[in-house]
């Protein structure tokens, strides 16, 4: 068993930035691959960013490229969402997920281990 811990959440103004945090109880071998997804009020919970514990090019949904960045620190067995200028639209339950292999799925349903999640509030 996994678990993952995120942290970082808040309210900020638009504009703004917040970086969210995802620490896991153990450490990935290399084929993991860890995802960043968010969950608005009466929506469903959706991809946002994703990235293998491996190595290679993140993927990013379209709405958040160019302002979100994954991440990850090997050796605190901690992945990383950079949230930079933050929209109002961006309001939502952020969640962390893991998922044996390293290709970057943006399915909710091939994640295994998930975090309670962080909430993050953008005002206008």
């Known amino acids: 068993q996994v678990q993952l811990v995120e942290s970082g959440g808040g309210l900020v103004q638009a504009g703004g930035s917040l970086r969210l945090s995802c620490a896991a109880s153990r450490t990935f071998s290399r084929k993991y691959t860890m995802a960043w997804f968010r969950q608005a009020p009466g929506k469903e919970r959706e991809f946002v960013a994703g990235?293998?514990?491996?190595?290679?090019?993140?993927s990013y949904q379209d709405d958040v490229k160019g302002r979100f960045t994954i991440s990850r620190e090997s050796a605190r067995n901690t992945v990383y969402l950079q949230m930079n200028g933050l929209k109002p639209g961006d309001t939502a339950d952020y969640y962390c997920?893991?998922?044996?292999?390293?290709?970057?799925?943006?399915?909710?349903?091939?994640?295994?281990?998930w975090g309670q999640g962080t909430q993050v509030t953008i005002s206008s």
């Open positions: 997920a893991a998922r044996p292999g390293s290709r970057i799925s943006r399915s909710r349903d091939e994640y295994d281990y």
């Open positions: 990235a293998s514990w491996s190595g290679g090019s993140p």
